[in-house]
């Protein structure tokens, strides 16, 4: 049977990425070696990364000034390098879900936090608005996509003050306006490779303004100056990102690509609020076009365990939602095809005409 994969992260990638990653681990461009026993300085590993920082920027549209970096350590440990580098006295954070808590959390070690919105009020089901961002902070720290909650700031917005981001579950979805923010960050398990590798682009003037002593693996500078390359980089998971870029300039580009998006949430969407059964969980104007959270009805709640067995006899994997929010979590990520979210709204149809 045909899966269809939601998962939350790690997550479906590109079927040609996931191939050439393989053709890759057999054997690197008929060198009789596997792109796993190389070193990561032999020239055939520089021309990958060298190539996969070009095409995020590429892609990204990033101006100059701007660094590209593929880092171990996940975007958790992004939570610690951000204010290691950046946070001289005080910090402005939004706090929209629970990615943004521990971000948060770790910036507190470094100096006075500023959480200048939350809507932990309402279990994160919106993104605040109307907050005041303090002037005379360092920076101001945002999530732009909430994979738990499946809210999304889904525009660059204007900050007084450096602008960091946050964007592991949206990155390269959307076209992005990389000059409106200092600093962009993620795991890639989400939307653009498998586990193991982190992107951070970074603009440089705004490193160095800080008194303290930073580790060299904390570094933004060190990682900078060496291309990435300071100590041995996530290898095979920086070819698979570079086979997701490929993917999407064979599309067309992230234009091509949110437009697919929009279309594919637009219809889960539309299923779940002329549903009977189904309801979503998130105010409309702040709705991810990555991860659709919806829980059935109050008068039809004892069924959600049933229709999750029915979806996965129908192939549909990873919908459960998370924990903090119930119900189900359909990601529908850059590589997922319409005809998965189509299968997914003709099981729920399906299932609809059974049980209401
Ligand atoms: C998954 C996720 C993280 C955590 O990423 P790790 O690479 O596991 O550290 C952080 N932020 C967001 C928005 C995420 O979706």
Same mark, same amino acid.
């Given at each position: 049977m045909k899966k269809h994969n939601f998962n939350a992260g790690p997550s479906i990638l590109p079927r040609i990425a996931i191939e050439n990653s393989a053709k890759a681990i057999l054997d690197l461009n008929g060198s009789g070696l596997s792109l796993l026993e190389?070193?990561?300085?032999h020239k055939d590993f520089q021309a990958i990364i060298d190539e996969a920082m070009a095409l995020m920027k590429e892609l990204m549209n990033i101006p100059d000034g701007y660094r590209v970096l593929f880092l171990g350590g996940g975007a958790s440990t992004q939570f610690v390098m951000v204010p290691y580098n950046l946070l001289q006295t005080k910090a402005a954070y939004l706090e929209t879900g629970a990615w943004a808590k521990k971000a948060i959390k770790e910036a507190k070690i470094f100096g006075q936090v500023d959480?200048?919105?939350?809507s932990a009020d309402k279990n994160f089901s919106y993104i605040p608005k109307g907050y005041t961002i303090p002037s005379d902070a360092d920076y101001f720290h945002i999530t732009t996509n909430n994979t738990i909650f499946?809210?999304?700031?889904k525009y660059d917005m204007d900050s007084p003050v450096q602008l960091v981001a946050?964007?592991?579950?949206?990155?390269?979805s959307r076209p992005t306006?990389?000059?409106?923010? +200092?600093l962009i960050y993620g795991g +890639?398990?989400?939307?653009?490779?498998? +586990?193991g590798v982190t992107f951070v682009i970074i603009r440089?003037?705004?490193?160095?303004?800080?008194d303290r002593k930073i580790p060299s693996m904390l570094d933004y500078k060190i990682h900078i100056n060496d291309g990435s390359?300071?100590?041995?980089?996530?290898c095979f998971a920086i070819f698979t990102c570079l086979e997701t870029m490929r993917w999407i300039k064979g599309l067309g580009g992230v234009p091509v690509v949110h437009a697919m998006n929009m279309k594919k949430a637009n219809l889960l969407y539309d299923a779940i609020d002329n549903s009977k059964m189904f309801v979503g969980t998130v105010a409309k104007e702040d709705r991810s076009l990555m991860n659709i959270c919806f829980v059935m009805k109050e008068q039809y709640k004892d069924k959600e365990d049933a229709f999750m067995e029915f979806a996965k006899g129908k192939g549909?994997?990873?919908i459960k939602g998370h924990r903090s929010v119930g119900g189900f979590r359909a990601s529908t990520y850059n +590589?997922?095809?319409?005809d998965s979210v189509q299968a997914l709204i003709d099981c729920m149809h399906e299932f609809e005409k059974d049980n209401l």
């Open positions: 190389i070193s990561h300085r959480v200048v919105g939350s499946g809210t999304e700031i946050d964007m592991s579950s949206d990155i390269l306006d990389v000059s409106k923010y +200092a +890639a398990q989400k939307n653009l490779g498998p +586990a440089e003037d705004i490193l160095g303004k800080v390359m300071y100590n041995t980089p996530p549909m994997v990873g +590589a997922l095809p319409l």
